[in-house]
């Protein structure tokens, strides 16, 4: 009996999909339905804190040693012969660095302010001194000769000098050759004074011993004034066959 009770009701539940365990116990687990497997799912790991990472020490540059400065030596004075040129030769007046009256001395006023055109020249030098320079430079052509050399006679101004007071004013001038040996350049005779068309000027007569490239140093009173002219090694007329000339001329 109780065979056939176990039977009808597992056809009983066989419909609601209720399977009979073993020995007519009824298990509850759905048929066909397979439970989910419980996968363990892992935590994330946790992070391991790492240190910051050390910064790279950026390499210290070496400091480049400064070169050592040359030896210098303190400059003289330029030696005799010695321009910007080159060496100075006795027989190239283009090598003579003779001074230009670039650009012209203006004199104070009451001064002729410009010497007449046809001298092709102008004024050099400043108020206190200043002299007539030929635009492209002195060169000094048949000059006279005599045993003090080439004679030449010389023209200053200042602004310093009374004219009316002093007619015989102390102005010496002197000189050195640049281009080779010499004996100095002399004065002939002390400063006098003359007129003419370019004003009332001081006036001095050099004697040149030998051609060549001349430096002039004319002082009066607390002021110097150089300038450099070209004596030329032309055939000079001996100033006593000139003087004779001039007595046989009448």
């Known amino acids: 009996m109780k065979a056939l009770v176990a039977a009808?009701?597992?056809?009983?539940?066989?419909?609601?999909?209720?399977?009979?365990?073993?020995?007519?116990a009824?298990?509850?687990?759905?048929?066909?339905?397979?439970?989910p497997s419980e996968t363990a799912v892992s935590a994330p790991p946790s992070p391991t804190p790492s240190a910051p990472p050390s910064p790279t020490p950026s390499p210290t540059p070496s400091p480049t040693p400064l070169p050592e400065p040359a030896a210098t030596t303190a400059a003289g004075p330029p030696a005799i012969g010695a321009t910007g040129l080159g060496q100075i030769h006795p027989d190239d007046p283009s090598t003579c660095p003779v001074t230009i009256p670039d650009p012209?001395?203006?004199?104070?006023?009451?001064?002729?302010?410009r010497p007449p055109a046809y001298y092709g020249a102008a004024w050099y030098g400043t108020a206190?001194?200043?002299?007539?320079?030929?635009?492209?430079?002195?060169?000094?052509?048949?000059?006279?000769?005599?045993?003090?050399?080439?004679?030449?006679?010389?023209?200053?101004?200042?602004?310093?000098?009374?004219?009316?007071?002093?007619?015989?004013?102390?102005?010496?001038?002197?000189?050195?050759?640049l281009d080779?040996?010499?004996?100095?350049?002399?004065?002939l005779f002390p400063g006098t004074n003359a007129s003419a068309d370019f004003g009332?000027?001081?006036?001095?007569?050099?004697?040149?011993?030998?051609?060549?490239c001349?430096?002039?140093?004319?002082?009066?009173?607390?002021t110097s004034l150089s300038v450099v002219v070209w004596v030329?090694?032309?055939?000079?007329?001996?100033?006593?066959?000139?003087?004779?000339?001039r007595c046989a001329g009448g």
């Open 8 to 24: 009808g009701l597992a056809l009983l539940l066989a419909g609601c999909d209720v399977a009979a365990a073993p020995g007519g």
């Open 26 to 35: 009824v298990s509850m687990e759905p048929v066909g339905v397979a439970g």
């Open 104 to 113: 012209p001395f203006v004199p104070p006023k009451g001064f002729v302010s």
């Open 128 to 177: 206190h001194l200043w002299t007539m320079l030929d635009k492209r430079g002195e060169r000094w052509h048949d000059l006279p000769v005599d045993a003090d050399g080439y004679g030449q006679k010389t023209f200053w101004w200042s602004a310093d000098w009374p004219a009316a007071d002093e007619l015989e004013p102390a102005i010496r001038v002197s000189g050195r050759r």
């Open 180 to 187: 080779g040996p010499a004996p100095p350049l002399t004065s």
């Open 200 to 212: 009332t000027a001081m006036v001095v007569g050099v004697g040149v011993p030998t051609a060549g």
């Open 214 to 222: 001349w430096e002039l140093n004319a002082r009066y009173r607390e």
């Open 232 to 245: 030329a090694d032309d055939l000079p007329t001996p100033v006593a066959d000139l003087v004779g000339a």
